[in-house]
């Protein structure tokens, strides 16, 4: 029985792992926002462009939050090289396999302080794009002068993607089969 579990666990570790960096890349490669008005573009939390008046404009506040996610890419690499490393060490009945779901495990127990700056990175952004809502429009004795206005809002399937509950779901199914590979090899 002992193998039979183990041999599922080998299979299905890496397998939430690939799921969960996927849906790490999505979230940070996919644009949550979008402006419209005098101000056009699409944001993201590893890039975003920006147009005022058909001119790039740049933010050092959404610099910086581009440059926070770096580390977000390292470690979706370093989950990915393991997952195939193990999945690989799998087929081809290597020895190696409890090292491999030790480094595995290693990533999910990362990824827990990841998830509370993702969080937060979120929120920093919402309230950063938040600030491009604009109304430039004014009036004087000359009377009502439209100078433009912008917009700013989540995009759909973004607003998925970002979501407090979605994020806490697949890294938990993420932690669990990592801890549980984990419990199971080492006992």
Request: hydrophobic fraction near 45%; glycine fraction near 4%; charge should be positive.
């Amino acid at each position: 029985m002992k193998a039979n579990k183990s041999e599922t666990l080998h299979i299905i570790t890496p397998l939430t792992t690939i799921l969960y960096t996927t849906y790490s890349f999505l979230i940070l490669l996919t644009p949550i926002y979008t402006t419209e008005g005098i101000i056009t573009g699409k944001i993201a939390l590893t890039y975003y462009y920006l147009n005022y008046l058909n001119t790039p404009i740049h933010l050092d506040s959404l610099n910086t939050i581009n440059i926070f996610t770096i580390p977000f890419h390292a470690l979706n690499s370093y989950l990915i090289l393991t997952s195939i490393t193990t999945l690989y060490d799998h087929l081809k009945k290597k020895q190696r396999i409890t090292h491999d779901i030790r480094m595995l495990f290693g990533g999910a127990l990362a990824a827990l302080p990841y998830t509370a700056l993702l969080l937060n990175l979120l929120k920093i952004l919402a309230t950063e794009t938040a600030q491009l809502n604009i109304n430039l429009d004014l009036i004087n004795s000359a009377g009502y002068v439209y100078l433009g206005e912008a917009h700013t809002r989540i995009i759909n399937t973004a607003s998925i993607l970002t979501a407090t509950p979605t994020i806490i779901i697949i890294t938990t199914i993420f932690l669990a089969t990592a801890t549980l590979a984990y419990y199971h090899e080492t006992k």
